[in-house]
């Protein structure tokens, strides 16, 4: 079973930038597809972005799309959330998850992912 844990949070000005990255151990994560998703207070957790585990499109949520790139390091076993432009809305604790998937899809449903990282806060001021 593969094990998640993100990292790159933390307090950033509107229009500032964080790199979140999600780290694997107990498996390589090429046949993983592997998904960031987002809580804030009070709300439902949200798809933010997704990759598939070899090829095929990512997607992104609209409130993101332009803003925050997805992508893999292989060779690092590692997945990383470029957000750029960041508002005080983006505020949330973010968390990447996997599932198993040879498929070159991936959803933005969190009932899709099977494995999850304990997450880690993003905090954007006005």
């Known amino acids: 079973q593969v094990q998640l844990v993100e990292s790159g949070g933390g307090l950033v000005q509107s229009g500032g930038s964080l790199r979140l990255s999600c780290a694997a151990s107990?498996?390589?994560?090429?046949?993983?597809?592997i998904g960031w998703f987002r809580q804030a207070p009070g709300k439902e957790r949200e798809g933010v972005s997704c990759?598939?585990?070899?090829?095929?499109?990512?997607y992104y949520a609209d409130s993101v799309k332009g803003r925050f790139t997805i992508s893999r390091d292989y060779a690092k076993n590692t997945v990383y959330l470029q957000m750029n432009m960041l508002k005080p809305e983006d505020t949330a604790e973010y968390y990447c998850?996997?599932?198993?998937?040879?498929?070159?899809?991936?959803?933005?449903?969190?009932?899709?992912?099977?494995?999850w990282g304990l997450g880690t806060q993003v905090t954007v001021s006005s």
């Open positions: 107990g498996s390589t994560l090429d046949r993983y597809a």
């Open positions: 990759v598939p585990s070899r090829g095929g499109s990512t």
């Open positions: 998850a996997a599932v198993w998937n040879l498929f070159g899809t991936c959803a933005l449903l969190p009932s899709e992912y099977r494995a």
